[in-house]
């Protein structure tokens, strides 16, 4: 209609299937992720866990779709932060529920309850175990005076970033997963800005995923090998950042046991 040139322009077109209705949240609509994402899903829905034998969690499927050998979810950025939106929502749906559960509410009002809730500050500790919630922030820092109380002063401060430009062996994977070419070490080496930004670019769960794996074994197979490289470690704090250009970003602390200065 809107093509044929007879349409007479002076007309207006109305569609508001969404009128009078309220706005469902994303764990109401059981199809947002299905209508939001189509060519990803196709217009095909998950199985139900009534349909399973087993329940499944909804944060296990994002890591089964995440790691799935179809890297159509891990290579959409607006689907990853849909699922994370998703995933917060529900684990903050779920502390409030078991906050309002945890004590008897027979023959009290519910505006008694949630006085008590602000009086005692629970609502503020029940997200403790929410990652970069203020009160799991908190606990981080508690942890760490408590280390350092104990320990002293950390040895060493470390900052590693990743050097996913460099990495020829990631290119390699991304090559593979992404280009469906097994590139040799020459062209690895060879290849231009534009190309290595756009394969780090496509895959950013492989790219995570990899440091992730780097700086465990540089931790475990280098600085806590037999060999001591600086010293015995007695203790460590990782942190793990993100910086603007997306890639991860780790401030280690170190505890050397009997260091020398």
């Known amino acids: 209609m809107l093509c044929n040139k007879e349409y007479d322009h002076s007309q207006v077109l109305t569609f508001a299937p969404g009128e009078n209705q309220q706005p469902l949240s994303l764990l109401q609509d059981d199809d947002a992720e299905y209508l939001a994402f189509p060519s990803i899903f196709c217009g095909q829905r998950r199985p139900n866990n009534s349909e399973r034998h087993h329940p499944v969690h909804y944060s296990d499927i994002c890591k089964w779709e995440l790691r799935s050998v179809d890297r159509r979810v891990a290579s959409s950025v607006p689907n990853i ?3 994370l939106k998703k995933v917060e929502m529900q684990n903050i749906k779920n502390k409030v529920s ?11 009002k519910y505006t008694e309850k949630r006085d008590s809730l602000v009086k005692l500050d629970e609502g503020y500790h029940i997200f403790r175990t ?10 981080r820092k508690k942890d760490l005076m408590a280390m350092i109380r104990q320990l002293g002063f950390p040895t060493y401060f470390v900052s590693l970033s990743a ?3 460099r990495w020829t062996d ?8 992404i280009d469906n070419k097994h590139y040799t070490e020459d062209e690895l080496q060879d290849m231009d800005w534009a190309n290595k930004t756009r394969l780090i670019q496509a895959d950013p769960i492989t790219c995570v995923r990899f440091f992730d ?9 280098v600085l806590k090998s037999d ?12 942190r793990i950042e993100f910086q603007q250009r997306g890639s991860p970003h780790a401030h280690i602390m170190f505890w050397i046991q009997e260091c020398a200065f």
């Open 81 to 83: 932060f849909f699922k």
């Open 170 to 177: 990631l290119l390699g994977v991304l090559g593979k997963l």
């Open 98 to 108: 078991l906050a309002l559960r945890r004590c008897k509410t027979v023959g009290k």
């Open 130 to 139: 929410l990652r970069n919630s203020p009160p799991y922030l908190e606990k």
């Open 163 to 165: 050097a996913d430009t």
């Open 213 to 221: 794996n780097r700086l465990q074994h540089f931790m475990h197979d």
């Open 227 to 238: 060999l001591h490289p600086i010293g015995k470690i007695q203790d460590s704090f990782v």
